[in-house]
């Protein structure tokens, strides 16, 4: 960790930043797997507001 003292003898402690790497593309396995787990959560989600709305 990197430390500096100012002149008032305040501690600045400075974290380490992570190395920096570019987001690759989503192949086409991958945004398949995307596309169902929002199909999945859209009827998740409508399934639960449309319960909440029959049961009140």
Do not use: C, D, H, W
Not at 26 to 42: M, S
């Amino acid at each position: 960790m990197y430390t500096t003292i100012n002149e008032a003898g305040v501690l600045n402690n400075y974290a380490n930043e992570p190395k920096m790497y570019y987001a690759t593309y989503p192949n086409k396995e991958q945004q398949r797997q995307y596309a169902l787990q929002g199909a999945f959560a859209t009827l998740l989600v409508t399934t639960l507001v449309l319960v909440a709305l029959g049961i009140s």
